[in-house]
């Protein structure tokens, strides 16, 4: 049974301003994928490269400022492809909410900030001790980081087939 309060939502947002928009120009929704294709790109590019550096390759390369160069690209990618993917959303949300793709890829989305936030609030609070040595739990949160974000790029894809 659908819970009509929660639907009435999405409808209300399918059914604005914005999500008329979104389905009505036919330039506004091929530019609004295109920029959250870029978004996720940048955001999982720069992730990806991060995280295999964590894994041991390209130990030529310090850590630290590595980090310092992706980790703000990451940001300026999540929320350019969060801020499109609203947008893109909007066009016909009540439909979309129920699609078993866009739900693995909300909560694909959720456990890799939750495992971010993990990586920053335990192993990376020592980056600068590190040296040479990345510690256990920074690789653990590497490896998940990778499989977290590729698989929200695939279950994105998947959504138009559902």
């Known amino acids: 049974m659908e819970h009509q309060p929660a639907a009435s939502i999405f ?9 008329q928009a979104m389905r009505s120009s036919p330039a506004l929704y091929p530019a609004v994928e295109i920029l959250h294709i ?15 550096r ?3 390759l390209g130990r030529a390369i310090a850590i630290p400022p590595m980090a310092q160069l992706l980790l703000p690209l990451s940001r300026a990618g ?14 016909d949300a009540s439909h979309v909410v129920k ?13 890799a900030l939750v495992n971010v936030v993990i990586a920053h609030a335990l192993p990376w609070r020592d980056v600068g001790r ?23 790029v695939c279950a994105g894809r998947l959504i138009a087939y559902f």
């Open 130 to 152: 590190w040296g040479d040595r990345v510690p256990g739990g920074a690789k653990a949160t590497a490896l998940i980081s990778i499989l977290l974000w590729l698989s929200v």
């Open 11 to 19: 409808l209300t947002l399918q059914e604005s301003a914005l999500g």
């Open 99 to 111: 699609n078993p793709a866009f739900q693995a890829k909300a909560l694909l989305i959720v456990a």
């Open 78 to 91: 999540f929320v350019l492809a969060i801020s499109m993917g609203l947008l893109l959303f909007s066009a």
């Open 38 to 52: 870029i978004g996720f790109v940048v955001l999982v590019g720069s992730i990806l490269a991060l995280d295999l």
């Open 54 to 56: 964590l894994l041991g």
